[in-house]
């Protein structure tokens, strides 16, 4: 069964203070790792795909890396606007169905004060 | 381009009452999803389909969830009767579908509440 841990479940930064999450995960043959965000009352917003282990992303003041076990999510100098919860899911490799849901973790709630 | 729709945004119900949820997907997306979320947790599948037919739905309770996508396009998610651990947002979510890793686009969702 594919699961996915992600760490820690809440963390609160000071605007400018840099930081990483963690998202751990286990599937019997990874397709790809997403990074979603979500704010209160809204659906995930696509944030990020990685597919292979070495692999980096970068967008603004995010970077997300994927290693065979985990992936990080860094943020560099967050700004306010950056607070929401973030979503890490796995997708496993084809079963010969096409299935290919998400396996989501409970997310990290992110706060970032002025 | 216009993003996934979804509605009702808000709904509340009693027990053992029944309610439905409709989804239209990104126009041109053949793959629809629909999740559940559960306060304080990430989004699970209930149910995958291509074009009109199921892919998969096994973690979908067929007890009393049934789910269609008729004409391939828009989908409705019913719930009959609903039970207090329904309670959840229910988000819908479309991409273009292939053999290739697709990028799954989400909707608002539509959040239940059962009394």
């Known amino acids: 069964e594919d699961q996915v841990t992600q760490s820690p479940e809440a963390l609160r930064l000071q605007e400018g203070e840099s930081s990483s999450l963690n998202c751990s995960y286990t599937v019997s043959g990874l397709r790809g790792l997403f990074w979603y965000r979500q704010d209160p009352g809204k659906g995930p917003e696509f944030l990020f795909t990685?597919?292979?282990a070495g692999e980096e992303k970068e967008k603004e003041r995010l970077k997300a890396t994927l290693t065979k076990k985990e992936s990080f999510l860094h943020i560099t100098a967050p700004k306010p606007e950056d607070s929401a919860t973030y979503l890490c899911?796995?997708?496993?490799?084809?079963?010969?169905?096409?299935?290919?849901?998400?396996?989501f973790g409970k997310g990290t709630h992110l706060i970032i004060q002025p | 381009e216009a993003g996934v729709a979804q509605s009702p945004r808000y709904k509340i119900i009693e027990k053992r009452q029944s309610v439905a949820f409709w989804c239209n997907p990104i126009s041109g997306h053949a793959t629809l999803y629909w999740y559940q979320q559960i306060l304080g947790q990430g989004p699970k599948l209930l149910i995958q389909?291509?074009?009109?037919?199921?892919?998969?739905d096994s973690q979908l309770p067929k007890d009393r969830f049934s789910a269609e996508r008729l004409k391939g396009v828009d989908s409705t998610l019913k719930i009959q009767p609903a039970k207090l651990e329904d309670s959840a947002v229910y988000l819908c979510a479309s991409s273009l579908g292939g053999t290739n890793t697709d990028t799954q686009y989400f909707g608002p969702g539509t959040r239940l509440t059962v009394l």
């Open positions: 389909f291509q074009n009109n037919g199921v892919v998969d």
């Open positions: 899911a796995v997708q496993a490799v084809y079963s010969g169905g096409g299935a290919d849901g998400l396996t």
């Open positions: 990685l597919y292979s």
